[in-house]
């Protein structure tokens, strides 16, 4: 089968959404918002536009001088259960909120639009429960 990084990314956000919204799985939910993410943010750079990253970078610069030290800050969680570089043990423990998933999802279903010029159902459901329930994510 072929599918384009549209599809790609819209599968992924779109079954994030509902394992997180009709499972409570914020595991495999922060999983695939993270890789929906991480790969629309290099497409949206590869196109001359701006990750995600990059637009908060430009606004907290005073926090985070670097924007390698925000991308490390921001990213821990989603490359954690990627990669498990920081700790490459079967008994470490990884700690996590659901705010942690909230924020991945919130990141993927904001670059959507921006990369593929639309977005699904799925995602603006998503979008109204994160604004009803994680409002410091719209601060």
């Known amino acids: 089968m072929k599918y384009t990084k549209a599809d790609l990314a819209r ?5 994030a959404v509902e394992l997180y919204l009709k499972h409570g799985d914020l595991v495999c939910a922060s ?6 993410e991480e790969m629309l943010g290099n497409i949206a750079k590869a196109q001359g536009g701006e990750s995600l990253l990059g637009m908060m970078h430009r606004e907290l610069e005073d926090e985070f001088e670097k924007f390698n030290d925000l991308s490390t800050a921001v990213n821990w969680f989603r490359n954690e259960l990627k990669h498990s570089r920081d700790n490459p043990s079967l008994q470490a423990e ?4 659901e ?23 799925a995602m603006r459901q998503c ?13």
């Open 11 to 15: 599968i992924q956000i779109d079954r």
């Open 31 to 36: 999983t695939l918002a993270g890789a929906a």
């Open 94 to 97: 990884v700690q996590f909120t």
């Open 99 to 121: 705010a942690d998933c909230a924020l991945l999802l919130y990141r993927a279903i904001v670059m959507f639009p921006k990369v593929a010029n639309q977005t699904t159902p």
């Open 127 to 139: 979008w109204k429960y994160l604004r009803e329930n994680h409002q410091r994510l719209f601060g």
